[in-house]
């Protein structure tokens, strides 16, 4: 009973509230009403808008020394994490015959536990972080704790499965991804998302300035 | 069964057949082994009970493939289950009812005149989320080491085969994954904090007082004392022998033969055993055995009285150089708003 | 939000909800609290008070858009659970915007998700003022901008006296009021009170240079004592005075002087606040010498040979977009020009921007904030300090006195002016 609700009706539903959340979210952003600017642009905002999207992801020189640890902990977890949801094998296979009907060469074993051990340990780190600096300790939410604890649990119950032999364990692991699905759309973790428009928007506006940002 | 003796004997009588073939020969036995029917003494030597090792030649090309029948694995097999399991297990126990012992009898080991609300900043955020992490990985390494450890003489009584197969195989892929997080812990907490732990003049004192238990209680310490620094090195010394075995162990695509497949074992297991074992006393002490500890590692700040009554060298460099701060700078460090009292200037919630 | 509210909070509750667009979503949707801003924020570095994080002073309008426009806060409204908002979640975060932020933008550049916390900033501001919770010498500052036409109270009369002394000292005269003149300059109440020398070089550039210029007797003042308050409605009307005096005399382009935020108002933000564009051209000062410059219209003559470095003021340089002129500018006339190590668009406030320097109340944490710059300073052992903003030298020659530094604050215009070559070689 519980195999047949988590492998079916539970997984279309934490599916659409993840689509029509995340899309939801994304139109009330993006497709808002907005002023136009009255001031004369001396740089091209489009354009500076594009580039900061991919620009931010290195950290001003000015600035990387003091923020060390959220930038090598911060890679180490989300590179991590992207390789192993996208190309670890049974992610591809499971991409291939859930949702998409196609798959792609996924990466080798040993790739894939390496992928899964700088996830964790970047994603602990952060955490760890969060819990002992007192900015983070100020201006932390409970749904900054809940995302990533919910997203650790997602991590962990994935590697306690690995060995692809117990149905519970399997279940366990889809469960809690089920589970992050539906809270991603209403938390923090939106920020996979918009990050890109809010990126853009800065960059756009010191664009016009002609500033770099 | 009667399959498998047919091949047996059938692979023994195969080289028979070739022109060169005689009785098998071993370099201890150069006279080679009598194969008469019913062949007892072969498969004696075989069975290796007379503790020499009989290794064959083998169409299979690998580590150890000559070796038929491993008796010493038995051993090991026979020492895992009696000795380490249930010796491991009872130490366990023992420690967690040491330590409940030690808290209802002596209690929170206290400081003289209390807390004073003066801070003084002992460790960063970095070397604090060093600690944390090194905590965290040996905590879930413990937790899935123990349920491997303990299936068989704990666990498959209480929970059966069914369950238990469920968490030993969870336990395994955890442990694996983790383990090599525990080495780039500990190297980073051996980097860290190395300098601080390293042996001077006092600590041999603090060990014969006992840190204070024997005498008047007492002590003088440095930055670590000497109870620390022995924790420190065990904790990077065993811990550096359970992580490379446990590399010995969950990689065996190179060349690792039984014998030290064994030994690794062996040695991973009575290492994380210690480990285990005086962590619990170490976290007993950090938390609610000693008062004022914890405040160092959460955050970073310990009070002066702290200081002075078990890192006096240390708390005197403090008093000097001027490096305590007031009840109201260490409140407006965390983030607390100037008049309040405890509380954190915002409402952490939804 | 079932609570009893008083009027001022009411007033503050309505601009934070007015205040909530998309970019407002965008950006609290993608804050993830990792505290990097803080890092970036002098306020912060320099006390290593938690509460000085920038996006945590964006906090009242992040509880507003919690509760009314996120999820969880519709989703508890719904059932019945109301969030309260009290006064003092506005009050208390008057120090934080006013004292405790300059409005430098740096933590604009440094966020990774891209979060623009100095424009959210302004917003709460915004809300504050509307409350009432605005420092005394923010609101005087604008009273006296809307009645005598300058914050610190400077009349036309007092204009005219410091034009005479230039006039006298320099031998040329002061256009005003010149109908179809190609520019009409525009100064700040701190360079008429304490560097008429600004005026002084103006002259004398100008002269060199052939440019056809003048003042307006309506419109002189360049600050903007609506902006610094965060109240719109003031800022509008203290720029709509400058775009009449320009229409009046016809000038094609007016230029703003060496103050940060004057800038900030009138060439960027506006053509927004009085709701059209403009039918003249806004330049800074340092803008125009540049193009001069590149036009071989200013000949220079002499180096300074002192250890110079440069303090870029963020409402010119990070928020403006003039980084490269001052640095071209310097480049003919000082041959010992040493960068600070965070320069250009990264450069550190110096403490007094946005208001700060005009609120009593956040001298001692404008001076700490100060050590910032203090270590930059020192860290390169210059001889002098570069700026173009009267109100960073104001602010920076004060620190420098208090920390008993020895070190002169130079005018970037007056440099020029003090180099001009006899006479131009046409």
Same mark, same amino acid.
């Not at chain 2, 024997?214 to 670590?224: A, E, K, L, M, Y």
């Not at chain 2, 008062?291 to 008093?319: F, P």
């Given at each position: 009973?519980?195999?047949?609700? !988590?492998?079916?009706?539970?997984?279309?539903?934490?599916?659409?509230?993840?689509?029509?959340?995340?899309?939801?979210?994304?139109?009330?952003?993006?497709?808002?009403?907005?002023?136009?600017?009255?001031?004369?642009?001396?740089?091209?905002?489009?354009?500076?808008?594009?580039?900061?999207?991919?620009?931010?992801? !290195?950290?001003?020189?000015? !600035?990387?020394?003091?923020?060390?640890?959220?930038?090598?902990?911060?890679?180490?977890?989300?590179?991590?994490?992207?390789?192993?949801?996208? &190309?670890?094998?049974?992610?591809?296979?499971?991409?291939?015959?859930?949702?998409?009907?196609?798959?792609?060469?996924?990466?080798?074993?040993?790739?894939?536990?390496?992928?899964?051990?700088?996830?964790?340990?970047?994603?602990?780190?952060?955490?760890?972080?969060?819990?002992?600096?007192?900015?983070?300790?100020?201006?932390?939410?409970?749904?900054?704790?809940?995302?990533? !604890?919910?997203? &650790?649990?997602?991590?962990?119950?994935?590697?306690?499965?690995?060995?692809?032999? &117990?149905?519970?364990?399997?279940?366990?692991?889809?469960?809690?991804?089920?589970?992050?699905?539906?809270?991603?759309?209403?938390?923090?973790?939106?920020?996979?998302?918009?990050?890109?428009?809010?990126?853009?928007?800065?960059?756009?506006?010191?664009?016009?300035?002609?500033?770099?940002? | 069964?009667?399959?498998?003796?047919?091949?047996?004997?059938?692979?023994?009588?195969?080289?028979?057949?070739?022109? @060169?073939?005689?009785?098998?020969?071993?370099?201890?036995?150069?006279?080679?082994?009598?194969?008469?029917?019913?062949?007892?003494?072969?498969?004696?030597?075989?069975?290796?009970?007379?503790?020499?090792?009989?290794?064959?030649?083998?169409?299979?090309?690998?580590? %150890?493939?000559?070796?038929?029948?491993?008796?010493?694995?038995?051993?090991?097999?026979?020492?895992?289950?009696?000795?380490?399991?249930?010796?491991?297990?009872? @130490?366990?126990?023992?420690?967690?009812?040491?330590?409940?012992?030690?808290?209802?009898?002596?209690?929170?080991?206290?400081?003289?005149?209390?807390?004073?609300?003066?801070?003084?900043?002992?460790?960063? %955020?970095?070397?604090?989320?060093?600690?944390?992490?090194?905590?965290?990985?040996?905590?879930?390494?413990?937790?899935?080491?123990?349920?491997?450890?303990?299936?068989?003489?704990?666990?498959?009584?209480?929970?059966?085969?069914?369950?238990?197969?469920?968490?030993?195989?969870?336990?395994?892929?955890?442990?694996?994954?983790?383990?090599?997080?525990?080495?780039?812990?500990?190297?980073?907490?051996?980097?860290?904090?190395?300098?601080?732990?390293?042996?001077?003049?006092?600590?041999?004192?603090?060990?014969?007082?006992?840190?204070?238990?024997?005498?008047?209680?007492?002590?003088?310490?440095?930055?670590?004392?000497?109870?620390?620094?022995?924790?420190?090195?065990?904790?990077?010394?065993?811990?550096?022998?359970?992580?490379?075995?446990?590399?010995?162990?969950?990689?065996?695509?190179?060349?690792?033969?039984?014998?030290?497949?064994?030994?690794? #074992?062996?040695? #991973?297991?009575?290492?994380?055993?210690?480990?285990?074992?005086?962590?619990?006393? #170490?976290?007993?002490?950090?938390?609610?055995?000693?008062?004022?500890?914890?405040?160092?590692?959460?955050?970073?700040?310990?009070?002066?009285?702290?200081? %002075?009554?078990?890192?006096?060298?240390?708390?005197?460099?403090?008093?000097?150089?001027?490096?305590?701060?007031?009840?109201?700078?260490?409140?407006?460090?965390?983030?607390?708003?100037?008049?309040?009292?405890?509380?954190?200037?915002?409402?952490?919630?939804? | 939000?079932?609570?009893?509210?008083? $009027? *001022?909070?009411?007033?503050?509750?309505?601009?934070?909800?007015?205040?909530?667009?998309?970019?407002?979503?965008?950006?609290?949707?993608?804050?993830?609290?990792?505290?990097?801003?803080?890092?970036?924020?002098?306020?912060?570095?320099?006390?290593?008070?938690?509460?000085?994080?920038? /996006?945590?002073?964006?906090?009242?309008?992040?509880?507003?858009?919690?509760?009314?426009?996120?999820?969880?806060?519709?989703?508890?409204?719904?059932?019945?659970?109301?969030?309260?908002?009290?006064?003092?979640?506005?009050?208390?975060?008057? $120090?934080?915007?006013?004292?405790?932020?300059?409005?430098?933008?740096?933590?604009?550049?440094?966020?990774?998700?891209?979060?623009?916390?100095?424009?959210?900033?302004?917003?709460?501001?915004?809300?504050?003022?509307?409350?009432?919770?605005?420092?005394?010498?923010?609101?005087?500052? *604008?009273?006296?901008?809307?009645?005598?036409?300058?914050?610190?109270?400077?009349?036309?009369?007092?204009?005219?006296?410091?034009?005479?002394?230039?006039?006298?000292?320099?031998? +040329?005269?002061?256009?005003?009021?010149?109908?179809?003149?190609?520019?009409?300059?525009?100064?700040? *109440?701190?360079?008429?009170?304490?560097?008429?020398?600004?005026?002084?070089?103006?002259?004398?550039?100008?002269?060199?240079?052939?440019?056809?210029?003048? +003042?307006?007797?309506?419109?002189?003042?360049?600050?903007?004592?609506?902006?610094?308050?965060?109240?719109?409605?003031?800022?509008?009307?203290?720029?709509?005075?400058?775009?009449?005096?320009?229409?009046?005399?016809?000038?094609?382009?007016?230029?703003?002087?060496?103050?940060?935020?004057?800038?900030?108002?009138?060439?960027?933000?506006?053509?927004?606040?009085?709701?059209?564009?403009?039918?003249?051209?806004?330049?800074?000062?340092?803008?125009?010498?540049?193009?001069?410059?590149?036009?071989?219209?200013?000949?220079?003559?002499?180096?300074?040979?002192?250890? +110079?470095?440069?303090?870029?003021?963020?409402?010119?340089?990070?928020?403006?977009? /003039?980084?490269?002129?001052?640095?071209?500018?310097?480049?003919?006339?000082?041959?010992?020009?040493?960068?600070?190590?965070?320069?250009?668009?990264?450069?550190?406030?110096?403490?007094?921007?946005?208001?700060?320097? *005009?609120?009593?109340?956040?001298?001692?944490?404008?001076?700490?904030?100060?050590?910032?710059?203090?270590?930059?300073?020192?860290?390169?052992?210059?001889?002098?300090?570069?700026?173009?903003?009267?109100?960073?030298?104001?602010?920076?020659?004060?620190?420098?006195?208090?920390?008993?530094?020895?070190?002169? +604050?130079?005018?970037?215009?007056?440099?020029?002016?003090?180099?001009?070559?006899?006479?131009?070689?046409?």
């Amino acid at each position: 009973m519980i195999e047949y609700l !988590i492998d079916g009706p539970l997984w279309y539903f934490s599916l659409a509230v993840f689509v029509i959340g995340v899309l939801w979210q994304l139109v009330a952003i993006v497709f808002a009403s907005r002023k136009g600017d009255l001031s004369v642009a001396r740089g091209n905002a489009t354009s500076s808008a594009l580039k900061n999207i991919f620009s931010r992801f !290195i950290p001003h020189r000015e !600035i990387a020394p003091q923020i060390g640890v959220q930038v090598v902990a911060g890679y180490l977890f989300h590179l991590g994490l992207f390789a192993l949801l996208f &190309f670890a094998a049974p992610h591809v296979l499971f991409l291939e015959q859930n949702l998409l009907g196609f798959g792609w060469t996924p990466m080798p074993h040993w790739a894939f536990i390496l992928s899964a051990q700088a996830a964790f340990l970047g994603l602990i780190i952060l955490w760890l972080r969060r819990m002992t600096n007192s900015v983070s300790r100020l201006i932390s939410t409970l749904d900054d704790h809940i995302v990533a !604890i919910l997203t &650790f649990v997602v991590m962990l119950t994935g590697c306690l499965a690995l060995l692809e032999g &117990f149905t519970a364990l399997r279940l366990l692991h889809r469960f809690t991804v089920e589970l992050w699905l539906i809270y991603f759309p209403f938390s923090a973790l939106m920020h996979t998302f918009t990050f890109i428009p809010s990126r853009a928007f800065t960059g756009a506006w010191f664009g016009r300035r002609g500033i770099d940002a | 069964m009667r399959i498998q003796t047919l091949l047996l004997l059938f692979c023994l009588v195969l080289p028979q057949l070739s022109p @060169a073939a005689g009785p098998p020969t071993n370099q201890d036995f150069p006279q080679g082994v009598s194969s008469i029917s019913p062949g007892s003494e072969l498969w004696r030597e075989i069975r290796q009970r007379d503790g020499a090792i009989l290794e064959g030649t083998s169409q299979v090309k690998s580590v %150890d493939s000559g070796v038929l029948i491993n008796a010493r694995g038995e051993e090991w097999a026979r020492f895992r289950v009696t000795k380490l399991s249930s010796y491991g297990g009872i @130490a366990i126990a023992a420690i967690f009812v040491i330590v409940i012992l030690l808290y209802v009898v002596r209690g929170k080991i206290l400081i003289d005149g209390g807390l004073s609300g003066r801070m003084v900043r002992r460790f960063t %955020d970095y070397e604090r989320i060093v600690h944390w992490t090194l905590a965290i990985v040996f905590l879930f390494l413990a937790i899935t080491g123990l349920i491997l450890l303990l299936g068989k003489p704990l666990l498959i009584p209480l929970f059966g085969k069914e369950v238990f197969s469920v968490f030993a195989s969870a336990s395994k892929e955890g442990h694996n994954l983790f383990g090599p997080l525990f080495l780039v812990s500990l190297v980073m907490m051996f980097l860290s904090f190395a300098r601080r732990n390293i042996y001077e003049k006092g600590d041999l004192t603090w060990l014969l007082k006992g840190g204070g238990i024997i005498g008047d209680g007492h002590v003088s310490g440095g930055f670590f004392n000497m109870g620390e620094k022995t924790w420190y090195w065990m904790v990077i010394l065993i811990g550096f022998v359970i992580a490379i075995s446990g590399l010995i162990l969950v990689s065996p695509v190179f060349g690792q033969g039984r014998w030290i497949m064994e030994l690794s #074992h062996v040695v #991973h297991t009575i290492g994380a055993l210690i480990l285990i074992t005086v962590s619990v006393g #170490h976290m007993y002490l950090g938390s609610i055995g000693s008062e004022g500890a914890m405040e160092g590692m959460k955050s970073g700040y310990v009070d002066i009285n702290w200081a %002075d009554a078990h890192h006096d060298r240390w708390g005197k460099v403090c008093h000097d150089e001027n490096l305590i701060v007031s009840a109201e700078e260490y409140a407006r460090l965390q983030g607390r708003k100037p008049g309040d009292s405890g509380e954190l200037a915002t409402e952490q919630g939804k | 939000m079932g609570e009893q509210m008083s $009027e *001022s909070l009411e007033k503050g509750l309505a601009v934070l909800r007015a205040e909530v667009d998309y970019k407002v979503k965008s950006f609290f949707s993608s804050c993830v609290n990792c505290g990097i801003c803080a890092e970036s924020c002098l306020f912060y570095t320099e006390t290593r008070d938690p509460r000085y994080t920038p /996006i945590y002073k964006t906090e009242p309008l992040r509880k507003i858009w919690k509760s009314e426009y996120s999820f969880w806060g519709k989703l508890s409204s719904a059932i019945g659970i109301s969030s309260s908002f009290t006064e003092a979640d506005l009050a208390d975060w008057e $120090e934080l915007v006013y004292d405790g932020c300059s409005m430098c933008g740096r933590c604009s550049m440094v966020c990774p998700v891209g979060v623009d916390i100095s424009g959210v900033i302004f917003k709460v501001k915004q809300a504050l003022a509307a409350a009432g919770f605005s420092p005394e010498g923010l609101v005087g500052a *604008s009273q006296r901008a809307l009645e005598i036409g300058s914050p610190m109270g400077i009349t036309l009369t007092t204009v005219q006296a410091v034009i005479k002394h230039v006039e006298e000292d320099t031998g +040329l005269s002061v256009p005003m009021d010149v109908e179809g003149a190609e520019y009409m300059a525009l100064l700040s *109440s701190n360079e008429i009170a304490l560097y008429p020398e600004y005026l002084e070089s103006l002259v004398k550039i100008f002269d060199h240079a052939g440019v056809s210029w003048t +003042l307006s007797s309506k419109a002189f003042e360049a600050t903007n004592a609506g902006l610094q308050i965060g109240n719109k409605a003031i800022a509008g009307q203290l720029v709509q005075r400058v775009v009449d005096g320009a229409e009046a005399l016809k000038v094609k382009t007016v230029i703003s002087p060496e103050c940060g935020h004057a800038y900030t108002a009138l060439r960027w933000e506006g053509p927004n606040y009085i709701g059209k564009a403009y039918p003249f051209k806004v330049v800074h000062i340092l803008e125009l010498l540049d193009e001069l410059r590149a036009q071989g219209r200013i000949q220079t003559t002499g180096m300074e040979t002192d250890r +110079l470095t440069f303090h870029d003021p963020c409402s010119i340089v990070r928020r403006g977009g /003039i980084q490269a002129q001052p640095r071209n500018l310097l480049e003919p006339i000082a041959e010992n020009f040493v960068e600070m190590t965070d320069h250009g668009s990264m450069n550190w406030c110096c403490g007094g921007g946005g208001g700060v320097s *005009s609120n009593e109340r956040a001298e001692e944490l404008k001076l700490t904030a100060f050590n910032k710059k203090k270590s930059q300073i020192e860290e390169l052992k210059v001889d002098a300090v570069v700026t173009a903003c009267s109100n960073c030298r104001m602010v920076m020659e004060e620190g420098v006195e208090v920390n008993e530094m020895d070190i002169p +604050l130079l005018g970037l215009t007056e440099l020029i002016a003090e180099h001009l070559a006899e006479k131009r070689a046409d």
